[in-house]
C-alpha cells in the first residue's frame, strides 16, 4: 500500500529576470535538490486577448498549482509577457515554481536537505546557463515610443470596461550591439541547465575559466573576458595533446610539450597532430590576448565575442560535453 504523499513547494526568485523565448512558459523540468527528485515549473503565457492595454507590463501567468497565491493582498508576478519589445519581444521571467512529492512521513527532513542544498543547486543551475547559452551577451536595450506622457485616454464601452480606441503609436528597440547571437533561452539551455545543477559533478577547469569569460563580457570586462578565455583554450589544448600522446604511447611527450609551450605552441602543435582548432583562432584568440596581455590594449565587444567564441569550438569539439 503506498504511503500518504505531500506537495513541497518552493518560490525560485530572481535578482535579474531571465530572458527566454517564449515556448520555454508553461514547461516543467526534472530536478534534484539535495538527492530529492522534483519539478521546475515555469510560469505561462497570457491568453491573446488583442491589443493590451499597457503591453510592455502584461504580466505571465502563474505556474498551475499557483493560480490563486498572493503575497498578503497583492498577487505574486511571475514575470512580463513582452520584456522589451511589443509585438515581437521575448518574455522575462521573474519566479518559478519549484515542488517535491515526497511522503508525508519524511517531510521534515527532505524539506530539509532540500533547504540545505539549495543554494548549491542555484549556483551550478546559473553555472550551467551562462555555459550552455549566450545569455550573458544580453544587450541594453532602450525602449523608444512616440506615446505622449501623462495621458490616460480612454472610453467606457457598452461592457462597463475601460476600452482604449487609438491606434498605439509603434514601440521602437535601440540595441547598441544587434550583431550579437539572440540571448533568450531555449528549452534545451533550461534542460540541460537542470541536468548539470542535478547531476553533483563539478565544472572541468577549462569550462571554469571559460565560464569566468562569459561573465566578463556581460560586466563589460572585455580584457578580462580575452584573457580567462585564452587559459581556457590553453589547458583544453593541453590536455587534449596530453591524452593524445599518452595514447601513442610517445616517448617524448613530456619534450614535446615544453617546446611547444603556451598557447601558440600549444595551437601549433594541435595543427601538426590533426586535433581540431578553428582557422582564425590566432587571429581571433592568440593576437588579441597578446594585445591585452603585453600592450595594454583595450578590446572592443566584439573582439572579446570572437575571442570566446573561438574557444568555444574547441571546447566543443575536444572535451566531453558537462551534460
Not at 54 to 83: N, S, V
Not at 108 to 114: A, E, G, H, I, P
Request: glycine share 6%.
Amino acid at each position: 500500500m503506498t504511503g500518504a504523499i505531500t506537495r513541497l513547494y518552493g518560490i525560485v526568485k530572481f535578482e535579474e529576470p531571465l530572458l527566454c523565448h517564449k515556448d520555454l512558459l508553461g514547461n516543467t523540468f526534472p530536478v534534484c535538490v539535495g538527492g530529492v527528485d522534483g519539478q521546475l515549473e515555469l510560469p505561462i503565457g497570457p491568453i491573446e486577448s488583442g491589443r493590451p492595454a499597457d503591453p510592455l507590463r502584461e504580466f505571465l501567468l502563474p505556474p498551475g498549482d499557483a493560480k490563486a497565491w498572493k503575497q498578503g493582498e497583492a498577487p505574486i508576478r511571475w514575470g512580463l509577457r513582452y520584456a522589451n519589445q511589443y509585438p515581437n519581444g521575448h518574455p522575462e521571467i521573474w519566479r518559478m515554481l519549484l515542488w517535491f512529492d515526497v511522503p508525508t512521513e519524511n517531510v521534515s527532513s527532505l524539506s530539509t536537505r532540500v533547504h540545505r542544498n539549495f543554494e548549491q543547486w542555484r549556483t551550478r543551475f546559473f553555472e550551467g546557463l551562462d555555459m550552455l547559452s549566450t545569455r550573458w551577451l544580453v544587450d541594453s536595450y532602450v525602449v523608444q515610443s512616440s506615446e505622449p506622457e501623462g495621458l490616460d485616454l480612454f472610453i467606457w464601452n457598452q461592457s462597463g470596461k475601460v476600452e482604449r480606441p487609438f491606434t498605439r503609436a509603434p514601440v521602437t528597440i535601440i540595441s547598441p550591439n544587434s550583431s550579437n547571437p539572440d540571448p533568450a533561452l531555449l528549452q534545451s539551455h533550461f534542460l540541460d541547465a537542470c541536468r548539470f545543477a542535478s547531476n553533483g559533478l563539478d565544472l572541468p577547469e577549462p569550462y571554469r575559466f571559460q565560464l569566468v569569460a562569459h561573465r566578463a563580457i556581460g560586466e563589460k570586462d572585455f580584457r578580462k573576458a580575452i584573457v580567462e578565455t585564452a587559459v581556457a583554450s590553453e589547458i583544453a589544448l593541453t590536455q587534449t595533446i596530453e591524452a593524445r600522446l599518452l595514447h601513442d604511447n610517445v616517448s617524448y611527450a613530456e619534450k614535446i610539450l615544453k617546446k611547444f609551450s603556451m598557447l601558440s605552441g600549444r595551437i601549433d602543435l594541435a595543427l601538426a597532430m590533426g586535433i581540431h582548432v578553428p582557422t582564425d583562432v590566432k587571429q581571433h584568440l592568440v593576437e588579441p590576448r597578446n594585445r591585452v596581455a603585453h600592450r595594454g590594449y583595450a578590446p572592443s565587444e566584439e573582439e572579446a565575442v570572437k575571442a570566446v567564441q573561438a574557444t568555444g569550438s574547441i571546447l566543443r569539439v575536444n572535451l566531453p560535453p558537462i551534460v
